[in-house]
């Protein structure tokens, strides 16, 4: 599957949901999301810029695993584009030791808690990371991504095909204050880099 999708800053998420319900976009999942990056001890998938990753989604209903791959990135028409592959695992816990016992080892961390919804052919994903400006990732065919762009109210400017390291980035310049992506980086356990989110 081809994964297009486009990221920007939102400024007032209250107001954002607010617009996409009004809009018609379906809720599909509130809760919190964490992705595992995994990668052998030489780094040899993000030297080929692929992506092994066990994301866990939690919320009151319980908890669900999905294991994905991702090629490498490319860049079309302004859009951030990567093939992807994704398989539902169930229990994240075992899939994780699985990846343990073969030689994987976690390099990158990311939780955050999300909303997701759907909206004609797109997928919008409200994200609030620990200490971060809170993101909407916008995904679908380029078409059906710039009306969910108007429907979101956000100017169209804002949005961009950057990764997840440039938003960081940002925002640390902006305010002066280090990011948290992750849960253990609030408590000053930097051990991961952000270039690897």
Avoid: N
């Avoid at 009151?60 to 695992?89: H, N």
């Avoid at 994903?125 to 078409?143: F, K, S, T």
């Avoid at 108007?150 to 961009?160: K, P, T, Y």
């Amino acid at each position: 599957m081809r994964e297009v999708e486009l990221k920007g800053i939102v400024a007032d998420p209250v107001a954002l949901r607010a617009r996409l319900l009004a809009a018609g976009a379906r809720e599909v999942f509130t809760g919190a999301l964490s992705d595992r990056r995994y990668d052998v001890p030489s780094r040899d998938l993000v030297l080929r810029d692929h992506v092994l990753r066990l994301r866990v989604y939690r919320d009151a209903a319980g908890e669900r695993a999905v294991l994905d791959w991702k090629g490498p990135t490319a860049y079309e028409s302004g859009y951030k584009v990567r093939e992807e592959l994704s398989a539902p695992c169930g229990d994240g816990a075992t899939i994780a030791l699985m990846l343990e016992q073969l030689g994987y080892v976690v390099t990158r961390e990311i939780d955050r808690d999300i909303e997701q919804f759907e909206l004609e052919g797109t997928v919008l994903r409200i994200e609030r990371y620990p200490r971060m400006d809170v993101l909407l990732e916008v995904e679908g065919e380029p078409e059906a991504i710039e009306r969910a762009i108007v429907v979101s109210g956000i100017a169209r400017e804002a949005f961009s095909s950057e990764r997840l390291p440039d938003f960081i980035r940002r925002f640390e310049e902006r305010t002066g204050e280090r990011a948290a992506i992750c849960t253990c980086e609030l408590s000053g356990d930097y051990r991961y880099s952000a270039e690897d989110a």
